[in-house]
Nanobody, 135 residues
Framework: QVHLVESGGGSAQAGGSLRLSCIIP???????????TGWVRQVPGKEREGVAA???????RYAESVAGRFSVSRDNAANTLYLHMNSLKPEDTAIYYC??????????????????????????WGQGTQVTVST
């Protein structure tokens, strides 16, 4: 079983920054032949949106809505995934989830462009952390 624990959510003003962390204590990036870990956000009543994802080789993908503002990274030694959020906008307000898929090769474009595939693609999810951006 893979457990994911997010932290770092909170409030920020528009134009500010936040960093989210996701610790995966029962998971080693070196254990599996391939992984895709990413961040998904959801506003109540709306479809989930894949924000960013990074695969075992460090290749990252971003949703158009956050490209150039958000950055996803991994610390393999600490089994931790990060989301660095800069130039925050009120429309970034959402619950942010860390998610993971294992024994796969690469993160497909769909994980940052199609909200309808996220629930089936990512097998493991964190509990979510709230991010609120005010004007």
């Amino acid at each position: 079983q893979v457990h994911l624990v997010e932290s770092g959510g909170g409030s920020a003003q528009a134009g500010g920054s936040l960093r989210l962390s996701c610790i995966i204590p029962t998971f080693s990036y070196r254990t599996y032949s391939g992984t895709c870990t990413g961040w998904v956000r959801q506003v109540p009543g709306k479809e989930r949106e894949g924000v960013a994802a990074i695969d075992s080789n460090g290749h990252a993908r971003y949703a158009e809505s956050v490209a150039g503002r958000f950055s996803v990274s991994r610390d393999n030694a600490a089994n931790t995934l990060y989301l660095h959020m800069n130039s925050l906008k009120p429309e970034d307000t959402a619950i942010y989830y860390c998610a993971a898929a294992i024994e796969i090769q690469g993160c497909p474009e769909a994980v940052v462009s199609r909200g309808d595939v996220l629930s089936s693609w990512y097998k493991y999810w964190g509990q979510g952390t709230q991010v609120t951006v005010s004007t």
